[in-house]
């Protein structure tokens, strides 16, 4: 690396001001050690050096204590409260003050304390901050949608992404779902399976079970240019006779804009209650406490949520009791 943790640290307060990353003159404010950082280069448009910022920095602060890491995004306007205009950097740090009540000069040593983590993750001298944006900054989601269906004889999702090309040449992906095993039952392999087929948009390459019940797939996609989108849709099906945890939540391994989730029960068997769940831990969805927003089935007996913005490395989703 060409450059210092003090070299990151004033270009990230630079940028920090104003409108930050969301600001129309982004690419002018980002200086040469992000645009190092972030492999932003000179031909890149202002929307392309917003996304790659993202990515990077995203990445970089997955790892922070809770706090920390929802101020530093927040005050460089990678992520926007959506009750806060968040606007200039005086609406987001107000914001964040009051959130966490504390006066403005505490918010604004932790807002110092959260950027100087970030230049240091940065620099690290290991290399694994560096290397972790590396694997984070080929392509980001702009949109998720689901559509889970519980009215066939096995659950069935299909699962649509819109992403955006962060490098030129972007030919393959990678995609990933975790199968939510009754809770009790050991997760052994064989006891674990997944019919996967694309619907459109790509070819799978290759498939394999990671961890007991996370499977991996390997995606060939059209070359991409960086900015193009592009859109693919996966169906899983769960075989007959292996059961499923009463879940559906997204994790989410990269930047994501938006997920749109919908659920649609059997007509003969609603389920008891339906719960939004809302920026939880994985080792939290099973407990009551993680879900704490009921939410209606409608007429046709479907549930609709959608969540903006999502924080990588929490959950969001439905979980619901079924009929007895």
């Known amino acids: 690396m060409s450059f210092s943790s003090d ?34 280069s000179n031909e890149d448009q202002p929307a392309t050096v917003r996304e790659k910022l993202r990515g990077t920095l995203n990445a970089l602060t997955d790892d922070f204590p809770p706090d920390l890491r929802e101020i530093a995004r927040i005050s460089l306007a990678i992520e926007i409260p959506q009750d806060s205009t968040g606007q200039f950097l005086r609406d987001r740090t107000r914001w964040l003050a009051t959130r966490s009540a504390v006066d403005d000069r505490t918010i604004r040593r932790r807002l110092d304390d ?32 689901a559509l889970l269906r519980l009215d066939q004889p096995t659950p069935e999702s299909f699962e649509r992404r819109t992403i955006v090309a962060l490098r030129d040449g972007l030919d393959q992906i990678r995609s990933s779902i975790t199968i939510p095993t009754p809770q009790g039952e050991p997760v052994l392999e064989r006891s674990v399976d997944l019919i996967t087929r694309v619907h ?28 193009d989108e592009h859109e693919y849709e996966l169906v899983n099906v769960i ?12 994790f989410p391994e ?8 919908r659920i649609r029960f059997k007509s003969t068997a609603p389920p008891v209650q339906v ?4 920026e939880v831990f994985h080792r939290d969805v099973d407990f009551p406490g993680a879900a704490a927003e009921p939410i209606s089935v409608d ?11 999502l924080k990588a490395g ?11």
Not at 204 to 227: C, E, K, M, N, Q
Not at 314 to 324: K, N, R, V
């Open 7 to 40: 070299d990151v640290l004033a270009e990230l307060r630079k940028l920090r001001k104003g409108r930050g990353v969301a600001g129309p003159g982004v690419a002018a404010d980002t200086g040469p050690a992000l645009r190092e950082l972030c492999k932003i």
């Open 114 to 145: 959260a950027l100087l983590l970030l230049a240091q993750k940065a620099t690290w001298s290991s290399g694994s901050g560096h290397a972790r944006a590396e694997q984070t900054d080929a392509w980001t989601v702009r949109r998720f949608q």
């Open 275 to 278: 719960h939004v769940v809302r």
């Open 314 to 324: 929490f959950g969001y989703g439905l979980q619901w009791a079924p009929a007895q």
């Open 239 to 250: 075989p007959d006779g292996q059961e499923m945890r009463s879940h559906y939540v997204f």
């Open 200 to 227: 459109f948009g790509a070819e799978l390459v290759a498939r394999r079970l990671l961890h007991g019940s996370r499977f991996v797939f390997d995606l060939r996609i059209p070359p991409l240019s960086t900015g």
């Open 254 to 261: 990269r930047p994501c804009n938006e997920f749109d989730l």
């Open 299 to 309: 007429a046709v007996h479907e549930v609709h949520v959608r969540f903006e913005n």
